[in-house]
């Protein structure tokens, strides 16, 4: 078996996110890179200066997509034909909309960030210093005008994107869950649902304001760290951790009988 069982998210990898996180952020830039225009270039893991009024620190990103100084934007860029996710959008209360400017450099090459993609790890999420430090991160791409990507592909911990959970709509509250910020819309945010029992959607992603949306296919590249990463081993005789709820959890069971009935 090269493909996991599940149409979408595998709730069994999530044990080993460690090793799926990083070749996924790797095949996220690939993809992101063949689709960008000729002076944006998304990067992996690269560290930004942010300089404030009275500190300096570095943040890191998972992936984001930096703007060349050189003014080469092709004329004519059209849209991907690839079906893409309807959001959820929601408007924030005006207490959230942000005034002040913060400029976000990349020291190693001069470049400015456009927008951010977080893929969520159980750091981000679950109490400690590596979660408060998330959140400082998350408030100053959001101050700092960038755009921000966060995909978040793992059960445990709390609810931590850039939205409070108390806004979120009832028909959203998925086990997995996309956000999206423009920077260009500081008073909504875009809420993609991702359910256990369906493939992981297309998103788009927000770069500059000149720029056309692209489409960023979360499934594909999901299938290809369970290829690549060998994971057809998997014991999903395993209880889950967290575990499912009762309803989710009858239909992975369901779902692994009918896989092995089927191999």
């Given at each position: 078996m090269t493909k996991s069982p599940f149409p979408g998210m595998d709730p069994y990898l999530e044990q080993f996110w460690?090793?799926?996180h990083s070749r996924f952020v790797v095949y996220m830039a690939d993809q992101i890179n063949d689709q960008l225009p000729g002076d944006l270039q998304a990067r992996v893991e690269e560290g930004l200066m942010v300089d404030a009024e009275d500190y300096s620190r570095r943040v890191y990103p998972d992936v984001h997509v930096a703007e060349r100084p050189e003014p080469s934007f092709p004329a004519g860029?059209?849209?991907s034909?690839?079906?893409?996710?309807e959001p959820c959008v929601v408007a924030l209360p005006s207490e959230l909309r942000t005034e002040r400017h913060i400029e976000i450099i990349d020291r190693n090459s001069g470049n400015r960030v456009v927008t951010a993609i977080e893929l969520l790890s159980p750091a981000n999420k679950c109490k400690g210093p590596a979660r408060e430090a998330y959140l400082r991160k998350q408030r100053e791409y959001i101050d700092g005008g960038v755009n921000l990507v966060e995909i978040d592909l793992i059960r445990q911990g709390t609810f931590v994107v850039a939205i409070p959970e108390i806004l979120?709509?009832?028909?959203?509250?998925?086990?997995?869950i996309i956000c999206i910020r423009r920077a260009n819309r500081q008073s909504e945010a875009e809420l993609i649902r991702v359910p256990l029992q369906e493939a992981l959607p297309n998103i788009a992603i927000p770069l500059?304001?000149?720029d056309a949306d692209i489409v960023l296919q979360l499934q594909p590249l999901l299938d290809?760290?369970?290829r690549r990463g060998r994971?057809?081993?998997l014991d999903y005789t395993r209880p889950l951790t967290p575990s499912l709820d009762s309803s989710h959890q009858t239909w992975t069971d369901q779902l692994i009988v009918s896989s092995k009935a089927s191999s």
């Open positions: 460690g090793d799926v860029l059209t849209q034909n690839v079906a893409v996710a979120v709509p009832r028909h959203c509250r998925t086990p997995y500059r304001t000149t290809e760290c369970y994971y057809a081993s």
